[in-house]
């Protein structure tokens, strides 16, 4: 899932303050899991907002929705109305459901309400942590399934660094354990400690984001 959490207050209230009109609209998906952007956060903000701007001497009139998937611009087609109504939109969504109300509704003003983190996972209530850093060239399978470019911090596929230290990563020991221990305990138990016998070559890159903004194409799928 995409992990993300809402913006400081102040910086909502200051994309809110030029507008007498302002839609909020959440995601009910990834960042409602994370409860970041979902119908409960929408009403959180919104209420928020409403009682900073009365003690300011303004009657901000807010509009609240939530839809299926941001991301996905059939999901927004009943919000035309409603974009349409409103001087502002805060989209509650992850960048890619931001981004995507902007380009579908190409007059409408569209302001983040969240910060986009990462692709993760939750370990527990109220803790999430990153799993895949999206580098187009998955390496899982080397390494028991754990993924060494997004668990150490230094991104190395050979091995450890000199400072992992019982089983915890010398950047921050408290909150991250060595992915290289985490490696090596799995393919322990799976049978496949051999694998780590394979010296990685220098990762391409390309496949990742430094070969620019990338787009999946399905051709078996295009019209
Ligand atoms: S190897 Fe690449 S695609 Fe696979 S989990 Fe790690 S970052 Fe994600
Ligand atoms: S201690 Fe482990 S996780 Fe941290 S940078 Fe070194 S090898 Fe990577």
Not at 54 to 59: I, K, S
Not at 60 to 83: M, S
Not at 88 to 99: D, E, F, H, R
Request: charged share 25%; net charge negative; with cysteine.
């Amino acid at each position: 899932m995409i992990v993300a959490e809402r913006k400081p207050f102040a910086e909502i209230l200051a994309n809110a303050r030029g507008a007498d009109k302002v839609l909020l609209v959440g995601c009910n998906t990834c960042v409602a899991i994370c409860l970041a952007g979902g119908e409960k956060e929408v009403a959180v903000t919104a209420a928020q907002l409403r009682l900073a701007l009365r003690g300011e001497g303004r009657a901000l009139r807010i509009t609240e929705r939530c839809v299926e998937r941001q991301c996905e611009p059939e999901f927004n087609e009943d919000l035309g109305e409603a974009i349409a109504a409103h001087d502002v939109v805060l989209s509650m969504a992850c960048g890619v459901g931001v981004q995507t109300l902007a380009e579908q509704f190409p007059e409408a003003i569209v302001y983040p309400a969240l910060n986009t983190t990462f692709m993760g996972r939750p370990e527990e209530r109220g803790v999430w942590s990153e799993r895949c850093l999206g580098c187009g060239d998955c390496v899982l399978d080397k390494f028991g399934g754990v993924c060494p470019i997004t668990r150490c911090s230094k991104n190395l596929l050979n091995g450890p660094c000199g400072g992992s230290a019982n089983g915890r990563c010398e950047v921050d020991p408290e909150n991250i354990p060595c992915a290289w221990q985490l490696v090596y305990d799995r393919l322990v138990r799976i049978g496949q400690l051999d694998r780590l016998m394979a010296v990685e070559p220098p990762k391409d890159w390309s496949t990742a984001r430094h070969g620019g903004p990338r787009r999946a194409v399905r051709e078996d799928t295009v019209p």
